[in-house]
């Protein structure tokens, strides 16, 4: 009788598991942030990076805040100087979002001090 029951659930673990496994693998995707020389650094923060900390990081790195003395969100260098610590507090989106920007700008900044 009980025999029944565990193999039901077993199934049942197994379905969903195997339901899972194929959501992450046809999940959309968004799409790489597309970043070119001909940007401007800055305004690419503003328009990119800045929404991802006000979403996340808002009440202490922003005027007003606790942190925003020492680590102001709003000024691309601090992005550029703490970019390992910050991602790690950042959800996975926002994470790879400040990354892209952090990678293209120190590229950018590399190329017009030349060598």
Known sequence: MGGGRVRAGLAAFVL??????????????EPPLVLD???DPDSVFEAVVVPVYRAQCEGC???GGEMYSTMPFDEPQ???EWRGEIVTQLDE????????????????R???EGP
């Open 16 to 29: 969903v598991s195997v339901l899972a496994a194929l959501w992450l693998v046809v999940a959309p995707q």
């Open 37 to 39: 020389a001909s940007m």
């Open 61 to 63: 790195h922003f005027r």
């Open 78 to 80: 601090v992005t550029l």
């Open 93 to 108: 989106k926002g994470g790879r979002t400040v990354e892209a920007w952090a990678d293209w700008a120190s590229g950018l």
């Open 110 to 112: 590399e190329e017009a």
